[in-house]
């Protein structure tokens, strides 16, 4: 939001410091600025300048000569835009002026024609976008400070900064001026004015037009749907849930033209382009109050009538911008007897508008409900001010005061007469929401505490009104422009902080109770893999979840880009692309994972593609940094079935009946493709897959084929891998806390034959199973295969570790444990003790 300095200090009389030490008390209230920006930077040597006569250039089709008043006489100026023309005013950057950019002007040939100066466009002066070629100044002859000559500066006003306002979408009072000023103000919302109109206004809407009593000066005729008709036009309401109330005056007479030098100056400031008196106030009522507003044709109105309904099928509106539009029937319209004229809170229509030739108009000011306009505006693809505000929320109680400070402006700036009482269709609000708010509960949520005189006055200030019932409970009356985001006590509480200052918070923390929420098993577990896999000097990845063709199943409906139109099916293509981008800026080592949602289309015609969450890694270089020591070694197949056994061991099963991989240790196996097979992408004979406690694949792994990789010659293996994890994981068992052991235990190591095929792990997990409850560790401590050891077998010698709590073991119970183990390795999986 451009918020103007300037404007700021008319709105709050009693508003101090500097535009840098508002910005810095704007972000201490949660609202950053992101940029601050001195408009007449740059542009002391620029001044007005009226073209008296263009001509042809002799020996350019596209460029023009011509004759400009700069004030101090008549010089020839060559100029390629394609909007000069005599009699018009431009900024003129005459011979030793500097542009904001750097450059600058001197005297020059352009095609054999002297040019002595420049005449400058929004873009070359810094001052917005701009569009048809030079900034055109639309100045009032009749001001007797328009003249050739005159400062830039000071004829746009221009000496003024403007503040970039970061304002978050659920606080839609602050895309306003006024919004901004009610922060700052030192007296609050009280302490506001309205900025008096240079020339004096004519106070349109006062005496007789507004009546008396009326809230803002307007009086409250019409009924539920349905407005007066004295004025010539009526106002009806088809549908007031999405439209609760709609205000028109009609005011003819007026004359269309430039805005004055000070409504320009207040749009520029903010970066707003001047378009006309007329249009040119209902934007300056828009960023002053933020409340749109539109100016109709009075003549451009058939059948004397505005009906505010949904679209019909078939219909459509050429919008402002000049683009034809096709509405449907969920689109509210602004429309008279037969036709729409206007979408709703969006953008009004050309066959309306105001133009040189109108002489009546009616001003329109509504409420509109957020979400009906936030779904127009999407499905359009049309964003505009208003719409911005109108799908946030605008004030309800504040559509009188913008249309009586709209009728001010307009007939102050073009003339004319209020004609007839304002047509008023819908219901005001009959009162303002209050919320209760309990003294007690502000400490217990702040950590400090507040009485009843604080939170009045830090709350005061901002329209709230506080009532006190007894010595702990206020309730609190809700100003309409805060009623979309204060609707709870937690939320009168934030603002409590807010206004206090976070900064002025005491440092110590203070008790609290920890929540009793558990996250969801699947979040922990992926907190506990990224955890695991950082602390193995891997690095998150986060890659996009669109794909090419070929590596996904899913097609999008509107692809931002052509060449990405899939949802991805796996993680590990776009790990792979990042480690071709990583080694062709030669980092060599590279060690990437990533945890992310693929997608796979459903067999069901209609149905919605599935979603799971996937682990992948990608692995190339050494295995560890390098170091003066030696070299660790290259990655290979065993650190890859290292690192997926160890993340196996941190997924638990699936609650909800699915599957997930497990270590080996928990007797299931990383285990080598049946017949030394492949699986795409992976090189065939280095591949495994992995496999849950069910015997369910669950993920594959291996050496990335190097035909699928754009990779130097030096590069070496690439290993990959990808994992399901579970939809639902069981929640991981709490741990228990147990006293250190106070009596030795006992170790026994036995040397086993093992069948080649059979997987180590499985015998660790036997052997755990059935030691008894006095077995607490098994571990491998040596593999021998060769001499003494027959062929198809293979030595393994494994570690059993006993100890009973509180005592010391026997003998007796160290070698009945034993006896159960043996017995089981050589019953049930044919391992047998070696020399036995």
Same mark, same amino acid.
């Given at each position: ?70 004030g101090a006489g008549i010089v020839q100026v060559v100029c390629g835009a394609p909007n000069v023309e005599a009699g018009a005013w431009y900024p003129l950057a005459p ?169 320009? +100056? ?89 133009? +040189? ?132 006590? #937690? ?63 899913v097609a999008v409906m509107n692809p931002v880009s052509a060449e990405e139109g899939w949802l991805r099916s796996a993680l590990v293509p776009a790990l792979l692309r ?104 992976? #090189? ?82 036997? +052997? ?14 040596? #593999? ?53």
């Amino acid at each position: 939001m451009n918020i103007s300095y300037r404007w700021l200090q008319s709105l709050a009389p009693d508003l101090e410091g500097t535009p840098d030490a508002l910005a810095e008390r704007l972000t201490a209230l949660g609202f950053p600025v992101e940029d601050i920006q001195r408009l007449s930077e740059g542009l002391d040597g620029i001044v007005v300048a009226k073209v008296t006569e263009v001509r042809p250039h002799p020996n350019a089709d596209r460029l023009r000569v011509c004759q400009v008043d700069g004030g101090a006489g008549i010089v020839q100026v060559v100029c390629g835009a394609p909007n000069v023309e005599a009699g018009a005013w431009y900024p003129l950057a005459p011979v030793g002026a500097t542009l904001p950019g750097g450059m600058q002007i001197r005297k020059a040939k352009l095609r054999g024609e002297v040019s002595e100066g420049m005449l400058c466009s929004e873009i070359e002066l810094g001052l917005g976008r701009g569009k048809d070629g030079l900034m055109e100044l639309r100045l009032d002859p009749a001001d007797p400070s328009v003249q050739p000559g005159a400062p830039l500066v000071g004829t746009l006003g221009l000496d003024d900064v403007r503040l970039d306002v970061e304002v978050t979408s659920n606080r839609p009072d602050l895309l306003s001026h006024r919004g901004i000023a009610r922060e700052l103000a030192k007296g609050g919302d009280a302490s506001l004015v309205e900025p008096p109109v240079p020339g004096g206004a004519s106070q349109a809407l006062e005496g007789g037009q507004a009546g008396e009593g009326a809230e803002g000066g307007l009086p409250a005729e019409a009924g539920p749907a349905a407005g007066g008709g004295e004025p010539g036009v009526a106002v009806r309401i088809e549908d007031l849930e999405r439209c609760p109330r709609y205000l028109g005056l009609v005011i003819r007479g007026i004359r269309v033209g430039p805005s004055p030098a000070w409504l320009q +100056a207040r749009l520029r400031a903010v970066g707003a382009r001047p378009i006309n008196n007329v249009v040119d106030v209902t934007n300056y009522v828009l960023l002053e109050t933020g409340q749109p507003l539109h100016a109709f044709d009075l003549a451009r109105i058939g059948g004397g009538e505005i009906v505010v309904r949904r679209a019909r099928d078939g219909e459509t509106l050429r919008t402002l911008d000049g683009v034809e539009r096709k509405l449907t029937p969920d689109m509210l319209a602004i429309c008279d007897a037969d036709t729409p004229l206007a979408v709703a809170g969006v953008m009004g229509g050309e066959a309306s508008e105001v133009s +040189a030739g109108t002489t009546d108009i009616l001003l329109e000011c509504a409420l509109f409900a957020p979400g009906p306009i936030r779904a127009t505006r999407k499905a359009l693809g049309l964003s505009t001010d208003a719409s911005y505000r109108f799908e946030r929320g605008v004030d309800p109680d504040g559509l009188e005061r913008a249309l009586r400070r709209c009728a001010d402006l307009v007939v102050a700036t073009a003339g004319g007469t209020p004609e007839g009482p304002v047509l008023d269709a819908g219901a005001a609000r009959s009162d303002r929401p209050r919320v209760p708010l309990r003294i007690p509960r502000i400490a217990r949520l702040l950590g400090i505490p507040f009485d009843a005189d604080q939170v009045r006055g830090l709350l005061t200030p901002l329209g709230f009104g506080v009532e006190q019932h007894d010595a702990e409970m206020l309730e609190v009356e809700v100003p309409g422009w805060r009623s979309w985001d204060v609707t709870r006590e #937690v939320d009168l509480i934030e603002e409590i902080a807010r206004r206090h200052g976070y900064d002025r918070f005491p440092d110590a923390l203070a008790p609290y109770r920890p929540g009793t929420v558990p996250d969801h098993p699947l979040f922990a577990l992926e907190d506990g893999l990224r955890s695991f896999l950082s602390g193995r000097g891997l690095l998150e990845a986060q890659t996009p979840a669109f794909a090419p063709r070929g590596e996904g199943e899913v097609a999008v409906m509107n692809p931002v880009s052509a060449e990405e139109g899939w949802l991805r099916s796996a993680l590990v293509p776009a790990l792979l692309r990042r480690v071709e981008y990583n080694l062709a800026r030669g980092n060599r080592d590279v060690r990437l994972f990533e945890l992310g949602t693929v997608f796979r289309s459903s067999a069901e015609a209609g149905a919605l593609p599935s979603e799971r969450t996937h682990l992948a890694l990608v692995l190339h270089g050494s295995r560890a940094p390098g170091h003066w020591t030696g070299d660790a070694g290259a990655v290979d197949a065993w650190e890859l079935k290292g690192l997926t056994e160890a993340i196996g061991g941190l997924v638990p099963g699936d609650a909800a009946g699915g599957t997930a991989a497990h270590a080996t240790a928990n007797g299931h196996a990383v285990r080598p493709l049946a017949g030394g097979g492949s699986a795409p992408g992976f #090189v065939a004979g280095e591949v495994f897959e992995v496999v849950d406690a069910t015997g369910a694949v669950v993920g594959t792994g291996g050496r990335v084929d190097p035909a699928r990789l754009d990779l130097p010659p030096w590069a070496g293996a690439v290993w990959g891998l990808e994992i399901t994890l579970p939809v639902e994981p069981a929640p991981r068992p709490i741990p228990r806390v147990r006293s250190l052991p106070t009596h030795p235990g006992v170790e026994r190591d036995l040397a086993l034959l093992v069948p080649d095929p059979l997987p180590a792990a499985k015998v660790v997990a036997l +052997a755990r199973s059935n030691g008894g409850s006095l077995l607490r560790g098994v571990e491998i401590f040596d #593999v021998y295969m060769g001499k003494g050891v027959e062929p198809g077998m293979r030595s393994i010698a494994i570690r059993l570790r006993f100890r009973a709590d509180g005592r010391s073991l026997t003998d007796t119970e160290v070698d009945g444990a034993m006896e159960q183990v043996t017995r089981a390795l050589r019953e049930e999986i044919g391992v047998r003790i070696r020399g036995g």
